[in-house]
């Protein structure tokens, strides 16, 4: 599968990817009144753009928003802006009331906390969808928790092994049909050696033979566990795909 279907997230800040990343609000000149100034004025395209005068402003505003989304992107946005602003002040004269070496444990342990409380969510929402895709007419229910629905069957009769590499096509979503992958989109099946992708897709996959085209429904379990792998994909998540076999090798 692609590189970025595979990969789990690296969790943390980086300021320095922070301030090389394009803005995400558009700045334009601000149109000329009173005495000319010696350099172009810019303002953010922002309701609040009044109050930043200065490029110190506008930088300092942008930094904020940039560890937000930072922080968003980390699932760890519902804190305490105050104490907040007040460790950020802290920070930039080297002197904090918490142990510096406590510092990254108060992070983790926060990290931690909000992760579980994801997944529990993430489970649950699965566990739902799961049990009410099982009432549908032609849903295959395997032992091991995940379903399937075949669109398309295999025309042939060699089923793949775990040692196989297959060619296939795929396209991901989530519950909610937000489509995190998919090779049909790029216009591009890709090979890979079975053994090297996700539990549900082992399972499933050895059971079509080349030309098949089934609905995957497949549980955290079976698919990436708590953890999280790409942007989209959360830990505890129950995943879909559409999977077509094109050829063993």
């Known amino acids: 599968m692609k590189k970025g279907f595979m990969v789990t997230v690296i969790m943390g800040l980086s300021l320095t990817s922070?301030?090389?990343?394009?803005?995400?609000?558009?700045?334009?000149?601000?149109?000329?009144?009173?005495?000319?100034?010696?350099?172009?004025?810019?303002a953010l395209t922002y309701t609040a753009a009044?109050?930043?005068?200065?490029?110190?402003?506008?930088?300092?505003?942008?930094?904020?928003?940039?560890?937000?989304?930072?922080?968003?992107?980390?699932?760890?946005?519902?804190?305490?802006?105050?104490l907040f602003k007040k460790g950020m002040a802290a920070g930039t004269i080297a002197k904090t009331d918490i142990p510096d070496s406590l510092l990254d444990v108060c992070i983790k342990n926060y990290q931690d906390k909000m992760?579980?409380?994801?997944?529990?969510?993430?489970?649950?929402?699965?566990?739902?969808?799961?049990?009410?895709?099982?009432?549908?007419p032609d849903v295959v229910k395997m032992t091991n928790g995940m379903q399937y629905?075949?669109?398309t069957a295999g025309a042939d009769t060699v089923h793949p092994t775990l040692k196989s590499k297959v060619k296939c096509h795929y396209h991901g979503t989530l519950l909610d049909g937000s489509i995190f992958d998919s090779s049909v989109q790029r216009g591009e099946p890709i090979t890979f050696p079975l053994n090297g992708v996700i539990k549900g897709w082992q399972d499933a996959v050895q059971l079509m033979t080349v030309g098949a085209k089934w609905r995957l429904f497949i549980p955290s379990e079976l698919a990436y566990g708590e953890r999280s792998a790409g942007p989209m994909i959360g830990p505890g998540s129950t995943l879909i795909f559409e999977v077509e076999l094109l050829g063993i090798e």
């Open 18 to 42: 922070l301030a090389q990343t394009k803005p995400a609000i558009a700045i334009k000149p601000v149109a000329k009144t009173g005495a000319p100034l010696t350099k172009p004025k810019l």
């Open 50 to 82: 009044q109050s930043l005068k200065t490029t110190k402003d506008s930088a300092s505003y942008a930094l904020g928003y940039r560890i937000a989304q930072s922080l968003k992107g980390q699932g760890l946005q519902d804190v305490n802006f105050e």
């Open 115 to 136: 992760s579980q409380e994801k997944i529990a969510i993430n489970r649950a929402a699965g566990k739902a969808f799961l049990e009410e895709n099982a009432k549908k």
């Open 149 to 151: 629905l075949v669109l």
